[in-house]
């Protein structure tokens, strides 16, 4: 079945300091999600790309989805102890099935 | 803001028990989801429903598992016969769009420890 891989597994950064997330799909995606899941807390969606080579922002942070749309990447500028969680993206395989990856964990220190 | 609400938050059982978990999707939507997430990993889909059937499910989705919407507003899931590996977060998702695409609105979680 269809793998979404993100690297890396963790993350430890200092606050002010860049962080990036890639996420890697076995297979071709019509769109992939982004979602950020505090400690203790549930996936909340952030963006959705659908077009090839699309890049969009949101303040701080910076999504892409590559031109094969089988990856993508999640870019945050200066970190800040807020952005402290677990993101995961996410595309669809079948109809309704959408699979996340394996999460990137971002641990910020002030 | 409409929000995804899920009963209970936390049950504990004992292995080979029934429980059920409740949910209350989002009223406009359509689509329904369970997920689940064993402490630290990743979020694993269950099963989707829509127009009261099952669309698609996952083969952790086993014939222990079954999901129903026995009125308008509540999706539940039931597990018949828990196992200790069935410890883990659950969760429910709902979403309005068509297709493939459309933003995942996902409840706070039910914790279903098995003893």
């Known amino acids: 079945g269809q793998q979404v891989m993100q690297i890396p597994q963790y993350q430890h950064v200092q606050e002010g300091e860049d962080f990036t997330t890639y996420c890697n799909s076995s297979?071709?995606?019509?769109?992939i999600q982004w979602y950020k899941q505090r400690p203790g807390g549930h996936p909340v969606f952030l963006i959705q790309l659908v077009k090839s080579g699309e890049v969009k922002k949101q303040k701080r942070l910076t999504f892409q989805f590559g031109e094969a749309k089988k990856n993508s990447s999640l870019h945050i500028t200066a970190t800040q102890t807020t952005d402290v969680g677990t993101y995961f993206c996410?595309?669809?395989?079948?109809?309704?099935?959408?699979?996340f990856g394996t999460g990137t964990r971002l641990l910020v220190s002030p | 803001e409409p929000e995804v609400t899920q009963t209970p938050s936390h049950q504990v059982t004992q292995m080979g028990q029934e429980v059920i978990l409740r949910c209350v999707p989002i009223s406009n939507h359509l689509y329904f989801y369970w997920y689940r997430q064993i402490l630290g990993q990743k979020v694993e889909f269950l099963v989707s429903f829509y127009n009261n059937e099952i669309s698609e499910k996952s083969e952790i989705f086993d014939d222990q598992f079954s999901v129903e919407r026995p009125d308008g507003s509540n999706f539940t899931l039931k597990i018949r016969s828990t196992k200790l590996e069935d410890s883990a977060m659950y969760f429910c998702?709902?979403?309005?769009?068509?297709?493939?695409?459309?933003?995942?609105?996902f409840g706070e979680g039910s914790r279903l420890t098995v003893l």
């Open positions: 998702a709902s979403r309005v769009g068509q297709g493939s695409t459309g933003e995942l609105f």
């Open positions: 297979t071709t995606l019509s769109n």
């Open positions: 996410a595309g669809p395989t079948g109809f309704q099935k959408l699979v």
